[in-house]
């Protein structure tokens, strides 16, 4: 069941491995080690966007300074990695020529090389962001072992200025990578950490320029825009709350804009819902200090037993307006809200502004004390 309060979903592009539904090329890999520690099986693999990692084919290579090949059908301008069994270690390439050499010592294995323009490109990607990465956690260390205000905040602007230049790289990297697949890839790096759409649709959309035929970018920009579409649709601060009528208790319907002209919180809830109903009680005593002060609750229960819904309603003393479908997950208020957990909760301002989401325990009192003692001084 779901309990949990809701999750925005902010969109995530997933690091791409190999483009799905392109031409499939053949592709030999071959792979060197200088000083492999022991006999082992070297796995060639493969994701495709969105699906789990895929072993394309294996190989046996000897000890020593081993070698082994891979000859197989690969998706075009794609990211693949080489495993080894002796300790997970594995090797990123892409396959953005016909035949792709690797070699390392594993001794220095950081220093591998992979022949091929695209894979040179992303192992200056690799190595470039871990070196970034590497720069933050000595900065944040530093300003935890800081004995002063003073020294902390001097390690965390610099934490913050290092932050920046790295998703600065990220963005100059995804603009410039002359390979898409590498291109996806540094965006799918910066996405973790940046979701600003004044920033990600620019890029996206020259990203799209620059590789008009390539079907993974077609992919991931239209995923982009429909995020973005839902997005703007979602119940947000500032915004007007979708509305809606559904039938009360008697069966008489009910419609939120019937409530204008007053402060209300539209309260999401389940009589089967335990972390909803060990939170009615605050609902309650929010609603009974401020009921004489143009707030009332709606409750929207998403309960499917009208008899369970009625008898939780009286057992926990609410005595509010109450309203549903009973339909539960399929309830109509689900999509409008973008619900993906209950509790959930919005409190609307006299015009049907939304103006706080999701309040809990004192949480509630508090912002209600606020809006309503500002409205009284108006």
């Known amino acids: 069941m779901k309990h949990s309060s809701p999750i925005i979903n902010l969109f995530i592009i997933l690091l791409v491995f190999t483009a799905c539904n392109q031409k499939q090329e053949l592709t030999q890999v071959n792979v060197t080690i200088q000083n492999n520690p022991q006999k082992q099986v070297v796995s060639l693999i493969g994701k495709s966007y969105g699906s789990s990692a895929v072993v394309l084919d294996t190989a046996t ?16 301008q794609g990211i693949y990695s080489v495993k080894f069994e002796a300790d997970g270690r594995y090797i990123l390439f892409s396959n953005d020529e016909p035949v792709i050499g690797i070699t390392a010592d594993w001794n220095n294995f950081s220093a591998y ?27 944040k260390s530093n300003s935890m072992r800081s004995e002063t205000d003073s020294i902390k905040n001097i390690w965390n602007q610099a934490e913050q200025k290092k932050t920046q230049e790295t998703q600065e790289y990220l963005l100059h990297y995804t603009d410039t990578a002359k390979t898409p697949a590498v291109a996806l890839y540094a965006l799918g790096i910066l996405q973790q950490k940046q979701t600003d759409p004044a920033i990600m649709k620019p890029l996206i959309t020259r990203l799209s320029n620059r590789f008009k035929d390539n079907e993974e970018v077609k992919k991931i920009s239209e995923a982009y825009n429909a995020f973005l579409t839902k997005q703007m649709a979602m119940p947000a601060v500032g915004k007007t709350a979708p509305v809606f ?16 002209g007053k402060y209300i919180l539209v309260d999401f809830w389940a009589s089967w819902c335990a972390p909803c109903r060990k939170e009615n009680p605050a609902v309650l005593a929010a609603f009974n200090t401020y009921k004489d002060k143009n707030f009332t609750v709606l409750g929207v229960s998403l309960d499917k037993d009208k008899a369970a819904w009625l008898n939780a309603i009286h057992k926990d003393g609410l005595t509010w307006q109450h309203v549903s479908d009973l339909k539960e997950w399929e309830s109509m208020v689900v999509p409008l809200y973008s619900i ?28 209600l004390a606020a809006v309503l003692d500002n409205a009284g001084q108006e």
Not at 117 to 139: C, H, Q, R, W
Not at 245 to 260: A, C
């Open 113 to 139: 090389s992979a022949s091929s323009p695209g894979s040179s490109s992303l192992k200056t990607l690799l190595v470039t962001f871990n070196n970034y990465l590497t720069a933050i956690d000595t900065l």
């Open 61 to 76: 290579m000897d000890a020593g300074n081993g070698s082994c090949r891979f000859e197989t059908l690969t998706d075009a």
């Open 340 to 367: 993906e957990g209950i509790p959930f909760n919005v409190l609307l301002n006299p015009e049907g502004k939304i103006i706080a989401m999701n309040l809990r325990g004192d949480a509630l009192e508090k912002e």
């Open 245 to 260: 009528s559904l039938p009360d208790t008697t069966g008489q319907t009910v419609s939120l804009q019937s409530f204008r």
